[in-house]
């Protein structure tokens, strides 16, 4: 899908999207829109799993814990890609007094000056795709935008690893975030859903059932052996 063409100009506040949609929307257009135009949601085993890691997250208030910050639940918004949210946890790493070269930000009711470090939780293993990598990216740039401090690494942390993994936000993953933010809009904006297609992750899907792409690929089955018939 083409990406939204885009002035100079910032979005709205209003017309800004969630910034989960992006992973949405790399995993599989289709259930992007499912979710995000015709506000279909169903669980299964592994959305539950990922929602009881983030209550695990989001359950805690802010604490410091030596050179680290962690806050939980930080509201997080760009308007230069049209994306709000709430990150899973940002922590803010102390650097030097003076800022260390205009790093950091200051905190209320902490001296010194704070890096911001976005870390994301999903359960299961890193992706085959950047999807999730995207998605942090994103956090990043949100809390650039906010906090006009550079952000240029974070970490994923996934369930079944139970540690995280550092990111570089490089020039790359950076140019696909905002790649993919225009994207996601543009979808947003022609009102269209994608038509399915059957693919081997669709078994992981949660909206399978509503999405129904075994339907869809049995009725081309037929529609072939049908006109094979017809040609004989």
Not at 168 to 177: A, N, P
Request: aromatic share 4%; glycine share 10%; net charge positive.
């Amino acid at each position: 899908m083409a990406g939204r063409a885009r002035s100079a100009e910032p979005y709205s506040e209003a017309d800004c999207l969630p910034l989960s949609g992006l992973q949405h929307l790399l995993f599989c257009e289709r259930q992007c829109a499912l979710i995000h135009l015709e506000q279909v949601w169903r669980d299964n085993a592994l959305t539950v799993q990922g929602q009881l890691l983030h209550a695990r997250v989001d359950g805690a208030a802010r604490e410091v814990r030596g050179e680290v910050c962690i806050a939980r639940g930080v509201p997080l918004l760009s308007l230069a890609l049209g994306l709000s949210e709430r990150a899973d946890v940002v922590e803010f790493h102390r650097v030097e007094p003076d800022g260390g070269g205009g790093l950091g930000v200051a905190l209320r009711n902490l001296t010194g000056r704070w890096q911001p470090f976005p870390v994301e939780y999903k359960r299961g293993s890193p992706k085959s795709n950047a999807c999730d990598l995207v998605q942090l990216c994103a956090q990043a740039i949100c809390l650039e935008e906010m906090l006009g401090v550079a952000v240029s690494d974070g970490a994923m942390f996934y369930g079944t690893q139970r540690r995280r993994l550092v990111v570089h936000l490089d020039g790359d993953l950076r140019d696909q975030t905002a790649l993919a933010a225009g994207q996601f809009h543009g979808l947003i904006d022609s009102g269209r859903t994608p038509s399915a297609t059957r693919q081997p992750k669709c078994k992981s899907c949660s909206l399978v059932d509503v999405c129904l792409p075994a339907r869809v690929a049995r009725s081309a089955a037929k529609y072939l052996r049908s006109a094979l018939r017809e040609t004989a």
